[in-house]
């Protein structure tokens, strides 16, 4: 009778929704009301504040929060403790990345995994919005450059690098680029942002770049640079295999911006179970 109640008043005090939680449980906005009301009348005390528009918590909504949450954070570690005297990993991973970047890169990593660990399952979703993990259930994300939200947990995995290039044809024609204020008399295909990044005398720098072609997608700009239109900026796994034949040629090595990050990125307040941490370690290896 004692926990009657408690996940379904933990979910809605996170989600600020009745509807929301239920959705988190899987169980209808019915239950998770009534079970709140018993709940209420059990412990005879408001714990929340009820509008059309907000569920919020009340004070002393606050404080029990504070001791549930303490309570179900404790259930999990207990089951993770069970599943960590398993020495095969077993169970299902939900993970986000990039889109060309998770295509090309760590979906096939995970392909491998998934080969050699039969009792795990995964669930992948590629985007370039970067997903709120804890809103919507994600065990890890897959994210690039500098991290942001200070609130989660990473791990790094590797490095990528952020290259300067044109087809030998393009430069046969209009010349070579010695220094970054020359690409001011170059075309340059643009991506999303108007600025590329570089290094100049140990200082990161970013330049205003101009050009006939601006589109949203790394494929599209690579074409573009192989076909001779222009000079692009663009990180290692879309033009590495183009520098290695030659179609492209690195420029400005001297100027090229540090390399940024690659990180395997999950909820504060979740500890890695064994598949999970396997398969982080398993892309970390990889991934150097």
């Not at 993970?95 to 669930?123: C, M, W």
Request: hydrophobic share 35%.
């Amino acid at each position: 009778m004692q926990w009657e109640g408690i996940s379904e008043f933990v979910y809605v005090a996170e989600k600020e929704s009745f509807t929301l939680a239920a959705k988190k449980m899987e169980i209808s906005t019915a239950q998770v009301s009534r079970q709140i009301s018993a709940l209420e009348k059990r412990l005879n005390i408001k714990l929340f504040y009820r509008t059309t528009r907000k569920v919020s918590l009340t004070e002393e909504g606050r404080v029990f929060y504070q001791h549930c949450r303490s309570v179900l954070d404790g259930l999990d570690a207990a089951e993770r403790a069970i599943t960590n005297l398993q020495s095969k990993p077993q169970g299902k991973i939900k993970l986000t990345a990039p889109v060309t970047y998770g295509e090309q890169r760590i979906l096939p990593l995970v392909n491998n995994f998934i080969k050699r660990h039969s009792d795990v399952e995964v669930s992948a979703y590629l985007s370039n919005r970067q997903i709120d993990l804890s809103e919507d259930g994600y065990d890890l994300a897959i994210r690039l450059g500098k991290l942001s939200d200070s609130s989660m947990m990473a791990k790094k995995l590797g490095t990528r690098s952020n290259y300067v290039c044109a087809s030998p044809q393009y430069l046969d024609t209009h010349g070579i680029p010695h220094s970054i204020s020359e690409l001011s008399k170059h075309s340059c295909l643009l991506g999303t942002p108007d600025y590329w990044h570089f290094s100049e005398l140990g200082k990161e720098k970013s330049i205003r770049v101009k050009g006939r072609l601006r589109y949203n997608n790394g494929h599209c700009l690579t074409d573009a640079a192989l076909k001779g239109l222009g000079i692009v900026q663009l990180p290692d796994y879309y033009i590495e295999e183009h520098l290695q034949s030659g179609k492209l040629v690195a420029l400005l090595d001297n100027y090229r911006a540090p390399d940024e990050g690659i990180w395997a990125v999950y909820p504060q307040n979740r500890h890695l179970s064994p598949r999970i941490r396997l398969l982080v370690d398993y892309l970390a290896e990889q991934l150097v």
